[in-house]
């Protein structure tokens, strides 16, 4: 199980939202919704799929020409957090796999 903190749980559910995956959508839905953070790894993959598009999302948002900068300082850290839940999902992922 991957424990993630409520945060990244909200981030990961606003990506679903976005997320043209449906099979990933399904799976994130089907999890158990209690407020413990705890991922299957199943679950944790679907949720690392969705988050990359994400991550590319963000990143062409940075890169938009005129952005303002606290909207920059936002979505900054909006990635670095992105980028935060995926490293650990990858590396819970990877040990369930071990």
């Not at 990143?59 to 980028?83: C, F, M, Q, T, Y």
């Amino acid at each position: 199980m991957t424990i993630l903190s409520p945060k990244a749980i909200r981030f990961i559910s606003i990506a679903m939202e976005r997320a043209d995956d449906r099979s990933a959508r399904a799976v994130w839905a089907s999890r158990d919704m209690d407020t413990s953070g705890d991922l299957s790894p199943s679950v944790a993959r679907a949720a690392l799929g969705v988050l990359s598009q994400f991550e590319q999302q963000l990143r062409r948002e940075l890169e938009k020409p005129g952005i303002g900068e606290d909207e920059a300082s936002d979505l900054s850290n909006d990635l670095g957090l992105v980028i935060a839940t995926k490293r650990t999902l990858e590396r819970e992922t990877q040990r369930a796999v071990a």
